[in-house]
Structure formats: C-alpha cells, structure tokens
Nanobody, 120 residues
C-alpha cells in the first residue's frame, strides 16, 4: 500500500503565508513527478505546481512568484511554500505523485486534501 498525507493547511489573512507538506509512505520503489492541485467550491481541480524527480518545476500563472514547490527525495516528502496569499487562493489543496511500487507498476496517487482559507 502507498499513502500520501498532506498537512499544513489552515486559515490565514490575506498577505500571509502557509507551508503545505505531503509525505508519501508505503511500498515505494521510486517517486517520479509530484504536484499540488487545488479545487475551489464550484470549480474544477487545477494544477498549482509540479516538480520532477530531478527538481524541475512549473507553476500556474496565478501563483508564479508567490508559491514555491520543493521536495526532499530522501524523506519522500514534497512541500508548497505559499506567500502573499490572496482570497482567491482559498481551496482544498491535494498532492499527487506518480509512484513506482516495489511490487511493480507505476501508479498515480492522491492525498486526502487539506483546506486553505484566506480571509480577513
């Protein structure tokens, strides 16, 4: 079994910061690309940021310059540092990872989601 567990969400005022974490555990041989997605009420899930196993990154235009994605391969953990938060960043944030299992096969896994609310 493989699990992704997110943490770090919460309520923050506009202009504030939060750091999300996503820890992968279980029968993991290797982790390829990882990413953060978000879904606001009434909207489709969208990609926020992604990072390859080699550390290459890409961001949604709406978060460029404010959010930073990173990963610690030794800990099978990914992070999202979110600065200068805006009310429109309010959403449930999900982590995603493409994982190769020891038992064989490569699969996409999702975390359970963590709520981020930006409000005064």
């Amino acid at each position: 079994q493989v699990q992704l567990v997110e943490s770090g969400g919460g309520l923050v005022q506009p202009g504030g910061s939060l750091r999300l974490s996503c820890a992968a555990s279980g029968s993991i041989f290797s982790i390829n690309a990882m990413g953060w997605y978000r879904q606001a009420p009434g909207k489709e899930r969208e990609l926020v940021a992604a990072i390859t196993s080699g550390g290459s990154t890409n961001y949604a235009d709406s978060v460029k310059g404010r959010f930073t994605i990173s990963r610690d391969n030794a800990k099978n953990t990914m992070y999202l540092q979110m600065n200068s938060l805006k009310p429109e960043d309010t959403a449930v944030y999900y982590c995603n990872a493409r994982i190769r299992r020891w038992s064989g096969g490569t699969y996409d896994y999702w975390g359970q989601g963590t709520q981020v609310t930006v409000s005064s």
